[in-house]
């Protein structure tokens, strides 16, 4: 309701300039309200821009924290015998078979 009583105000702004008053009619104060200058435009597809990019930047975030919560679940399953465990440990065991 504000917003729009500030769009009537700016619009009698428009109509009278310099003290010199124009007339107008209520179809034509309604194209005023309508308009939409070049600047509004402008601002308005910077914002959908920053809006869009804010979003891919949240996607960004998001799937990284899945992926170390991922990791971390990873490293906290795995058994502390798997842990530790390399190739010279097989290579012991083998050996150990054969003799």
């Known amino acids: 309701m504000l917003a729009k009583a500030f769009d009537l105000i700016l619009t009698f702004d428009d109509v009278i300039t310099q003290g010199y008053r124009e007339s107008v009619s209520m179809p034509q104060l309604e194209a005023f309200l309508e308009m939409d200058s ?31 919560a991922f990791e971390m679940r990873q490293t906290n399953a795995v058994p502390d015998k798997m842990k530790s465990m390399s190739s010279a440990d097989f290579e012991s065991k083998s050996d150990a078979l054969i003799v």
């Open 38 to 68: 070049t600047d509004e435009k402008i601002f308005r597809k910077q914002q959908i821009i920053r809006e869009a990019e804010a979003r891919e930047q949240s996607k960004r975030v998001q799937k990284e924290l899945r992926r170390r």
